[in-house]
């Protein structure tokens, strides 16, 4: 090797090295933490309403809306309270050189569980520096180490629910890989001991507690051997106590392949996933029930969760002013799991029931995204009447 090549390779080593200490030290810290959030020993459960960019802001009122309607008596009371976040916009966070702001980290901090609108992750090409993902961050930040997406089709058959791991994988040090010269770049993988287990023991418990029956692992152990060949063989021994559920394991590719299978698709039930794999799947899969757009998901910690849209933040909407049609059924879907996480399952089933009225049975309005279609706050007003109807 050249002179310039030894010193660009003694400088990616040190790198690595600076790297590798950190997640050490990272693997020490999740394991001090013990218990999940008792929410209903709180004298007060704040929730923050994190609008995030584009259509974000529009989505996440509604839901504030929703959530107010449903919990007037706790909110009335001072049981629930809301705390309004602002900063996560992509041109605070690119100001600061930040994915998260440390103001606004500390504002997420001062609540229990947060409703997150979409937000912005600048790429190649982009007028903005390249700052961090600011969900990878808030999942890293505040260790919600679990990314739970559920599936509902049942005129397919369809009931998945996927766990992915959420702070591990490809996506933990993606912004920390390497251009050791002009000829190779390298990127990193990790997984931890304590990770791949606590996802394991999340994903089989639900199965256990909501008569699943079946988990099924997926990974790409075959090729990557070490950080996928952890997080399967710990998937595994986990799946050893519980002697009811049954437990397989797949490759991501021909999972991929399966899922759209008519006949196999409805043997699946409950999914854990790595990072990577798990963001993947859950968007093909969310297809199934009509788009990422349909779909919310819960990131889940022991002392914070964040409850989320799984699609973008759809700027053109907001520069062709169509940002009052934009659709608000993932964050309400989102909704429906932090009611659930907080204690307030009822509420929870009531606004599911609701949501399947006015999305696929009942459909007296729709949303197009244009002014063909309804706007985001008529589409509320009519799930909150269709819950006062299913009610009475």
Same mark, same amino acid.
């Given at each position: 090797?050249?002179?310039?090549?030894?010193?660009?390779?003694?400088?990616?080593?040190?790198?690595?090295?600076?790297?590798?200490?950190?997640?050490?030290?990272? *693997?020490? %810290?999740?394991? /001090?933490?013990?218990?999940?959030?008792?929410?209903?020993?709180?004298?007060?459960?704040?929730?923050?309403?994190?609008?995030?960019?584009?259509?974000?802001?529009?989505?996440?009122? /509604?839901?504030?809306?929703?959530?107010?309607?449903?919990?007037?008596?706790?909110?009335?009371?001072?049981?629930?309270?809301?705390?309004?976040?602002?900063?996560?916009?992509?041109?605070?966070?690119? +100001?600061?050189?930040?994915?998260?702001?440390?103001?606004?980290?500390?504002?997420? %901090?001062?609540?229990?569980?947060?409703?997150?609108?979409?937000?912005?992750?600048?790429?190649?090409?982009?007028?903005?520096?390249?700052?961090? &993902?600011?969900?990878? $961050?808030?999942?890293?930040?505040?260790?919600?180490? $679990?990314?739970?997406?559920?599936?509902?089709?049942?005129?397919?058959?369809?009931?998945?629910?996927?766990?992915? /791991?959420?702070?591990?994988?490809?996506?933990?040090?993606? &912004?920390?890989?390497?251009?050791?010269?002009?000829?190779?770049?390298?990127?990193?993988?990790?997984?931890?001991?304590?990770?791949?287990?606590?996802?394991?023991?999340? +994903?089989?418990?639900?199965?256990?507690?909501?008569?699943?029956?079946?988990?099924?692992?997926?990974?790409? $152990?075959?090729?990557?051997?070490?950080?996928?060949?952890?997080?399967?063989?710990? *998937? %595994?021994?986990?799946? /050893?106590?519980?002697?009811?559920?049954?437990?397989?394991?797949?490759?991501?590719?021909?999972?991929?392949?399966?899922?759209?299978?008519?006949?196999?698709?409805?043997?699946?039930?409950?999914?854990?996933?790595?990072?990577?794999?798990?963001?993947?799947?859950?968007?093909?899969?969310?297809?199934?029930?009509?788009?990422?757009?349909?779909?919310?998901?819960?990131?889940?910690?022991?002392?914070?969760?964040?409850? #989320?849209?799984?699609? !973008?933040?759809?700027?053109?909407?907001?520069?062709?002013?169509?940002?009052?049609?934009?659709?608000?059924?993932?964050?309400?879907?989102?909704?429906?799991?932090?009611?659930?996480?907080?204690?307030?399952?009822?509420?929870?089933?009531?606004?599911?029931?609701?949501?399947?009225?006015?999305?696929?049975?009942?459909?007296?309005?729709?949303?197009? !995204?244009?002014?063909?279609?309804?706007?985001?706050? #008529?589409?509320?007003?009519?799930?909150?009447?269709?819950?006062?109807?299913?009610?009475?």
């Amino acid at each position: 090797m050249t002179d310039i090549e030894n010193k660009a390779l003694d400088e990616a080593v040190a790198k690595f090295r600076a790297l590798m200490e950190s997640q050490l030290e990272r *693997a020490k %810290k999740i394991k /001090e933490d013990k218990e999940f959030t008792d929410y209903q020993a709180l004298d007060t459960i704040v929730i923050g309403i994190c609008g995030g960019d584009g259509i974000g802001p529009i989505i996440t009122k /509604e839901s504030q809306r929703v959530i107010e309607f449903l919990l007037k008596d706790e909110v009335a009371s001072g049981k629930v309270q809301f705390k309004i976040i602002d900063g996560l916009t992509i041109e605070n966070r690119a +100001a600061q050189g930040k994915a998260i702001p440390d103001d606004v980290l500390e504002e997420l %901090k001062a609540c229990h569980v947060i409703l997150k609108g979409p937000t912005t992750t600048p790429r190649q090409g982009d007028p903005w520096p390249n700052v961090e &993902s600011a969900n990878v $961050a808030m999942r890293k930040a505040l260790d919600l180490f $679990a990314n739970m997406r559920p599936v509902k089709v049942p005129e397919e058959g369809i009931d998945w629910t996927f766990f992915r /791991e959420n702070t591990e994988g490809g996506y933990a040090v993606g &912004s920390h890989g390497v251009n050791i010269t002009d000829d190779l770049a390298v990127d990193f993988t990790v997984a931890s001991q304590e990770g791949c287990e606590r996802i394991a023991k999340l +994903a089989y418990d639900y199965a256990e507690k909501n008569n699943k029956g079946k988990v099924s692992i997926i990974t790409k $152990a075959n090729i990557i051997k070490t950080t996928d060949g952890k997080f399967l063989n710990t *998937a %595994k021994k986990i799946g /050893e106590q519980y002697p009811d559920i049954v437990t397989d394991d797949w490759y991501v590719d021909i999972t991929t392949a399966k899922l759209i299978d008519p006949a196999r698709r409805r043997d699946f039930k409950v999914f854990v996933l790595p990072n990577l794999y798990g963001d993947i799947i859950t968007d093909e899969a969310a297809e199934f029930q009509g788009g990422v757009g349909t779909a919310g998901s819960a990131n889940i910690g022991k002392k914070y969760a964040m409850f #989320e849209a799984i699609h !973008g933040s759809a700027p053109r909407m907001i520069t062709e002013g169509r940002g009052q049609y934009a659709d608000p059924c993932s964050m309400l879907r989102a909704t429906v799991m932090l009611l659930s996480h907080i204690g307030y399952q009822a509420q929870a089933n009531s606004l599911e029931a609701a949501l399947d009225k006015c999305m696929f049975e009942e459909k007296k309005l729709t949303i197009t !995204g244009r002014d063909t279609g309804c706007t985001c706050e #008529e589409f509320g007003d009519y799930v909150m009447q269709t819950i006062t109807e299913m009610t009475k």
